[in-house]
Structures are given as structure tokens and as C-alpha cells.
């Protein structure tokens, strides 16, 4: 081939480039700017703690999770859970690492692993629920904790569907649960303190 048949391909490939991506560009402005569309949910998770005595060895803690839409594509949380930790009383070997000059906080971790009171879990088949871009839902999740409990950590996932679902798709397998994560301290006040 001579010079200017090497310029010709190079002038094709060029033009070949260039629509390209002002096709791609195009595609990219249509989807972001025009439909407001994003690719992924966006959320904020909060909970809402409140509580109530049973008889003299029990309470009954109702934890309210509100998951937030805030992104522009519609939000489908297809499985999540709830779960309750026991702060104090302190375990016996939280005090007894304290007491010897240890961190209670195991290596690799970046908090005390706290003992597990109980845990719920939802799961909805067939991405049934759905939350609208800007918009607000509860899920509710109720524990019956011991009455001598005082002070709890109530952690909360949400699983991102859309994600979990391209993992299993490009994959074939969930490498991780990628979702939303919230946790709250909360102090069990007794009815003696409430009066």
C-alpha cells in the first residue's frame, strides 16, 4: 500500500472514531440529562427506636428502618435484616480485655464485636416492593430483648438489588451483599426511669 492508501484508512478510521463517540457521548447526555436517569439506586437508611415492657423479664423492641430513594431510578429492596447486640451489661470478656490493658476489639475488625441477642430478616420474592425515586418507606422488625439489657446496638442492611443481580449475572455468583448499612446505639430505659 502506498502513503496516501495508509492516510485514506487513517482518515476512515478517524471519522469511524468520532462518531463513535459522539454516539457513545450522545447516548451518555440523552440518559443523564434528558431522562435524569441513573444507572444504580441511591439510598439513605435511618432507623427509629422505640420499646416497652412485657412482664418483669422481657421488653419488646420495635425497630422501624426507613429506607430513603434518593437517586433517580426506582428502588427495589429485595432482602434486608435487622439485627440486636447487647452492649451492656458488659460481656465478661470485654471487661476482662479492658481490665488487662487489651483492646476488646478484635484484629481486623473496627469494632467490639458485641454478643447477638437476636436477628430478622425480609425477604420479597419477585422484586414485589418498590420505592419511587424521592420517595419514603418503613420496614418494621420487631425483638423481644431480656428486661436486664441496657444498652443495644441495632444494626440494619439493605441489600442493593440492582448490584447483587449484575454479580450473579456477569459472574454467575454474589461475591458480596453490596447494600446500605445503619446502626444505632440505644439506651433501654427501665420503667422506673420513665416517671
Same mark, same amino acid.
Given at each position: 500500500?502506498?502513503?496516501?492508501?495508509?492516510?485514506?484508512?487513517?482518515?476512515? +478510521?478517524?471519522?469511524?472514531?468520532?462518531?463513535?463517540?459522539?454516539?457513545?457521548?450522545?447516548?451518555?447526555?440523552?440518559?443523564?440529562?434528558?431522562?435524569?436517569?441513573?444507572?444504580?439506586?441511591?439510598?439513605?437508611?435511618?432507623?427509629?427506636?422505640?420499646?416497652?415492657?412485657?412482664?418483669?423479664? &422481657?421488653?419488646?423492641?420495635?425497630?422501624?428502618?426507613?429506607?430513603?430513594?434518593?437517586?433517580?431510578?426506582?428502588? &427495589?429492596?429485595?432482602?434486608?435484616?435487622?439485627?440486636?447486640?447487647?452492649?451492656?451489661?458488659?460481656?465478661?470478656?470485654? +471487661?476482662?480485655?479492658?481490665?488487662?490493658?487489651?483492646?476488646?476489639?478484635? %484484629?481486623?475488625?473496627?469494632?467490639?464485636?458485641?454478643?447477638?441477642?437476636? %436477628?430478622?430478616?425480609?425477604?420479597? %420474592?419477585?422484586?414485589?416492593?418498590?420505592?419511587?425515586?424521592?420517595?419514603?418507606?418503613?420496614?418494621?422488625?420487631?425483638?423481644?430483648?431480656?428486661?436486664?439489657?441496657?444498652?443495644?446496638?441495632?444494626?440494619?442492611?439493605?441489600?442493593?438489588?440492582?448490584?447483587?443481580?449484575?454479580?450473579?449475572?456477569?459472574?454467575?455468583?454474589?461475591?458480596?451483599?453490596?447494600?446500605?448499612?445503619?446502626?444505632?446505639?440505644?439506651?433501654?430505659?427501665?420503667?422506673?426511669?420513665?416517671?
Amino acid at each position: 500500500m502506498s502513503l496516501n492508501d495508509w492516510k485514506t484508512v487513517a482518515d476512515i +478510521l478517524q471519522v469511524i472514531v468520532t462518531v463513535g463517540a459522539v454516539g457513545l457521548g450522545g447516548f451518555w447526555t440523552y440518559r443523564a440529562f434528558v431522562r435524569t436517569r441513573q444507572r444504580f439506586p441511591r439510598a439513605n437508611v435511618s432507623q427509629k427506636l422505640s420499646h416497652w415492657p412485657i412482664d418483669d423479664t &422481657s421488653f419488646l423492641v420495635r425497630v422501624t428502618v426507613v429506607v430513603e430513594n434518593v437517586g433517580d431510578v426506582l428502588l &427495589s429492596p429485595a432482602r434486608g435484616f435487622a439485627r440486636v447486640q447487647q452492649i451492656k451489661p458488659w460481656p465478661t470478656d470485654f +471487661l476482662d480485655a479492658v481490665r488487662q490493658g487489651n483492646s476488646p476489639v478484635l %484484629e481486623n475488625e473496627t469494632e467490639v464485636l458485641w454478643p447477638q441477642l437476636c %436477628e430478622r430478616s425480609f425477604h420479597f %420474592e419477585n422484586r414485589r416492593h418498590e420505592i419511587e425515586p424521592h420517595e419514603a418507606d418503613e420496614f418494621h422488625f420487631d425483638f423481644v430483648v431480656p428486661r436486664d439489657a441496657e444498652l443495644l446496638a441495632v444494626y440494619t442492611h439493605i441489600e442493593n438489588a440492582a448490584k447483587q443481580s449484575r454479580f450473579k449475572k456477569w459472574f454467575g455468583l454474589s461475591v458480596r451483599t453490596i447494600g446500605w448499612n445503619t446502626t444505632t446505639v440505644y439506651a433501654l430505659s427501665k420503667p422506673e426511669d420513665k416517671q
